[in-house]
Every structure is written in C-alpha cells, then in structure tokens.
C-alpha cells in the first residue's frame, strides 16, 4: 500500500514509525515531513493546509490510504477532499473535526448532552464580555472559539488581566476570525490526563492514558507550550476512573456526536482535569496530541495499519486491540527561547541514546545534513518496566544529544512518580 502521513512534528513521525512495521506498507509519502521522517518516508514539499494541492498529489501517486495529522488540515476538510477523490482516510471530516475547531461547539455540545464539563458563558460581543467579567469568579479561563496554535486559552487570575485577554482575542484580533467569539469558563483544579481514543463513529477504545507537561520550565513554571515532555500511563487515571469516563464521557461523546450527525472518525483526544468533584472534559481534539502519540504508539501492540483501516471501515468493534504493560517515557529537547523567539538552523548532533528512539518534530535535512528548523526540535522516548526506568533511559539519552541553545525539563514524569 502507498500511505500519505500529512503534518510534520514528532507526532507525524511516531505515526510514520509505527505504520513503516507493517508489511503491507510498501511505500510511505509524508507532506510536508521532517529531517526525522525522511529516514521512512519520502517527504514531499506540500503544506500540511494546501488541500488542494495533497489531494492532486495523492491521486497522482496512487495513495491507498492518507492520515491528515494535524488540527488545521482537518479543520479545514482535509478528509473530505480526499474522501471525495476516491482516497479513504484515518480521521474526522470537516464537520466532526468542529470538536477541535471550534470551542463554542464542543461546549454547546457538552452542555446538550450532559457531558461533564467547566461551567462557560460564550459572548461574540466584547462590551457584553468585558460586562461579564465585571463579576464572574476569579481565577477564569478565556478561550478563543476557533485554532490559535495553542495559544488561544488564557487563565487570567485578575479581573484585568481577563479584560486584557478579552480585548487582545476580540478587538485586536490576535488569533484573526479564531476571535469572534470567546468562551468565558469556570477555572478547575486537579492533575490533568489526556486520553486518547481511536473511534469509528460506534464503537470506542480507549488508548494508555498519559500526562503531558505544557509549561516550559521545571516545576510547572514559564509560558505554556505545545507540550515539553509526556509520560504513560499516567498514575491519576486509575481504572475506577477509566470506567467512570467510558460511561460518562468518552460513549456519551461518540453517541452526541453521532446524534448531532456529524460521527467522528478517527482519534478523539479526551483532555481531562480530575477534579474534587470529578472528571471534567477540559478539551477535545480531534487528532493524536503532539507529543502524547510518541509515548502512547510505542505501548501499542497491535497494528496501526489495521487499527486505522478499521476505523476507516467502520469495523472497530470486531479489532482486539492490545498494549504493552510497560511505561513509557518522552522528553522533549526544545530551541532556546521556545515557545518566543528562537533561532533555526543549528546542527544537530545526536551520540549513544541505548534503547532510546529519537522523535524528529522541529528538524530538517540540509543537504544530508539534519539541522533545527522549529521549537519543539526532538522528542526523546523510551519504555521500560517501570516509569523510573523510562525516564532514566530517556534523559541518558538526552544527555548524549546536543545543538546550539538545546534545553529541556529536567522534571519529566516527577509528578507521576510522586503519584
Ligand atoms: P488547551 O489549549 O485547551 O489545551 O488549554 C491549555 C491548558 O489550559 C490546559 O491544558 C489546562 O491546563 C488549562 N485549562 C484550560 N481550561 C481550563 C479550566 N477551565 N480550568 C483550569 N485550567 C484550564
Ligand atoms: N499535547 C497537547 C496537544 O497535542 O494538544
């Protein structure tokens, strides 16, 4: 079969590593790809969003199959395209993948379908939202409707620095159209889990749940990122509390989706906080998370090639789908001055990393050479029998790795050990 994998993160690569153990994969292609990917696939110059431009591509290279990875593809009909060109795909069309798009929407359908979440106001006026925060509670979370690479949800602990966030996302247009409308949401506390799930529309499964890492800095500290580093399974997530989010959030989600007719196909990432009072849906996203899917993929012992097909199908229901009992272990080696302004360009050296794998996100190949090209540049994973070991393998290695203004959390995976 020849495969089409769109994105170009460490997320890409994880999938593009995984998918390369099938024996029915005869040919990879990633769009655009990085300096990593290449090693597997051939890396072709199209943006991940020139839909256009990847469905002629596809077609013209007889693609038997496309996994469009990244939120902004998918958000913008990226399925679709490629559907209708004949081109089945691993993910949610453009109407599903609004659970991502578009947080006026997931929130709407959380409150319609009585799926725990923060309590929200949406407003796509900004006097009436500034009025709103004259007196709603403090701390409060501002959310931008639509994509802002990461960057649209603000936690404002003052009531001016809620206003200030108002007025940035509505009136100054930040994030562009993303800012019509805000949504306004009760702050909650409690470890964070993201759950990852592969669905077909009916059927459910969920994947090894894992805790991410947003802040840039040890200890919690600094700008929130993409994410600098992630651990599996997280220790938070007992099984009592897995039963409970089946029944109560990840099933309810998939049937209100279906209802609302719009099935989701593909990997729906559950972003849960674990409050006093329970699980609370803090996020959906419509895709792997970058970089969740570089710990949970190596735990997977089945086939993603079949799982991927089966979703496609419509078929989950009758696929065993089985994990390793290891932990599993990602740090990220980030540029200096990530997530603001950094510089590109450096040569990466990479020394022993034992039984370490090396995820390429940031990176490209400069004539045979591999050299930065982003902020998030490597993601350094192991497995091992325990998250002790995990870890432990995964920082030797990162210790053997350098380039011009390298850094990385020295913390990765410490909450969970202290669990
Ligand atoms: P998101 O960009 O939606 O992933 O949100 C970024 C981060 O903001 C989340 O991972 C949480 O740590 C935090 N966050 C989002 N919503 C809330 C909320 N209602 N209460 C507290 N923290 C939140
Ligand atoms: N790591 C968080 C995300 O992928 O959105």
């Known amino acids: 079969m020849n495969i089409l994998i769109l994105g170009s993160g460490g997320r890409e690569h994880a999938i593009a590593r995984a998918l390369a153990q099938s ?241 989701f196909k593909g990997c729906l990432y559950f972003g849960l906080m674990l409050t006093p009072a329970g699980p609370r849906v803090i996020e959906y996203n419509c895709r792997f998370g970058d970089p969740e899917a570089q710990v949970v993929l190596p735990l997977l012992e089945t086939g993603l090639l079949d799982i991927f097909e089966a979703v496609q199908q419509a078929r989950l229901a009758a696929l065993n789908i089985t994990w390793k009992d290891e932990c599993a272990c990602c740090v990220i080696m980030a540029s200096g001055g990530y997530p603001e302004k950094y510089s590109t360009g450096h040569a990466i050296t990479v020394g022993d990393v034992g039984g370490a794998f090396v995820y390429h996100a940031g990176t490209k190949l400069v004539g045979g050479e591999v050299v930065t090209a982003g902020g998030r540049v490597l993601g350094i994973t192991a497995t091992g029998a325990s998250l002790q070991q995990a870890i432990d393998q995964a920082y030797a290695a990162v210790d053997n790795i350098t380039f011009d203004g390298a850094f990385c959390r020295r913390d990765i995976g410490q909450r969970a050990l202290n669990a």
Not at 53 to 76: K, T
Not at 205 to 213: A, F, L, N
């Open 23 to 263: 024996p029915r994969v005869t040919k990879l292609y990633a769009a655009p790809g990085n300096g990593g990917i290449a090693q597997l696939a051939e890396c072709v110059d199209i943006k991940a969003t020139d839909i256009a431009a990847m469905r002629d591509f596809a077609v013209a290279n007889a693609i038997d199959f496309a996994v469009p990875a990244a939120d902004d593809p998918l958000v913008l009909g990226a399925v679709d395209a490629l559907e209708s060109a004949g081109i089945p795909c691993f993910g949610p069309n453009k109407a599903a993948a609004q659970i991502e798009g578009s947080k006026v929407f997931s929130k709407d359908l959380m409150r319609k379908y009585n799926i725990p979440t923060a309590g929200y106001e949406v407003f796509d006026d900004a006097t009436a939202a500034l009025a709103y925060l004259d007196t709603c509670a403090i701390p409060t979370v501002i959310k931008a409707d639509g994509l802002a690479l990461g960057k649209g949800v603000i936690i404002a602990q003052t009531r001016d620095e809620a206003r200030a966030a108002v007025r940035e996302i509505m009136l100054d247009k930040k994030f562009g159209a993303a800012g019509n409308r805000v949504v306004v949401e009760e702050f909650l506390t409690g470890p964070e889990v993201s759950v990852l799930s592969f669905t077909d529309g009916k059927t459910v499964v969920p994947m090894v749940s894992s805790m991410d890492h947003k802040r840039a800095l040890d200890g919690d500290e600094g700008l929130n990122t993409g994410g600098m580093g992630v651990i599996a399974p997280n220790p938070f997530y007992t099984a009592e509390i897995s039963t409970w989010c089946k029944d109560n959030i990840f099933t309810p989600t998939i049937e209100a989706m279906a209802a609302e007719g719009c099935p």
